[in-house]
């Protein structure tokens, strides 16, 4: 499980590290993405921590 944070309009927030893993599940299944690298808030990066 990749750990994440969802948005409205299908837009979410992964760790830097998952990218190549969820941007190959996209390309697979042949579903459009954009990419931003954001610097999300103390709340959000404790919920994209992993154990």
């Given amino acids: 499980m990749i ?3 969802r ?3 299908g837009d979410f ?3 830097e590290r998952k990218k190549n ?3 190959n599940f ?3 299944n042949n579903a459009y993405y954009r990419l931003w690298r954001i ?3 103390q ?3 404790k919920r994209l ?3």
């Fill in 21 to 23: 893993k969820v941007i």
């Fill in 3 to 5: 750990p994440s944070i």
């Fill in 43 to 45: 709340d959000e990066l």
């Fill in 7 to 9: 948005y409205e309009d």
């Fill in 49 to 51: 921590k992993t154990n």
């Fill in 39 to 41: 610097i999300p808030i």
């Fill in 13 to 15: 927030m992964i760790p």
């Fill in 26 to 28: 996209l390309e697979k």
